[in-house]
């Protein structure tokens, strides 16, 4: 099954899916107090265009089904509470470097919990979630 990624979602709005998707019985999206539970989602559903495609009806059932996700979300590592704070690995040769968190070649900045857990499982504490764009 191939499962499609879920783009041009807030992280509050992630959230409210998540755990709509774990906990929130199909009925409750037709429960008057939705919007109350979950006001940022139901500002994207509001918004969507009335004559136009209605792609947030299509995420919902894709992800409650398991046939969409969210991208793993990105986090810097901040080691130290300065500009140039920030755990750096050269991806050429694995070097780890502690430097800022401005995106350069063959640098990488940000990491997934998964590969901040492969790095070392102290850095956890460390990490901080990229803010959207």
Do not use: C, H, W
Request: glycine residues 4%; aromatic residues 12%; proline residues 5%.
């Amino acid at each position: 099954m191939t499962v499609r990624e879920l783009k041009d979602y807030t992280t509050k709005e992630q959230e409210e899916l998540e755990i709509i998707g774990a906990l929130v019985p199909v009925t409750d999206f037709l429960d008057s107090t939705f919007n109350d539970r979950y006001p940022n989602l139901s500002k994207k559903i509001r918004d969507a265009r009335p004559n136009g495609e209605k792609q947030i009806l299509y995420d919902l059932a894709d992800y409650l089904r398991g046939y969409a996700e969210f991208p793993e979300r990105k986090y810097y590592v901040k080691l130290i509470d300065t500009f140039n704070g920030y755990l750096n690995i050269n991806i050429n040769n694995q070097e780890i470097l502690i430097s800022d968190n401005n995106v350069v070649n063959n640098i990488q900045t940000q990491f997934t919990m998964d590969e901040i857990k492969d790095i070392d499982k102290r850095y956890v504490p460390f990490a901080v979630p990229v803010e959207e764009d």
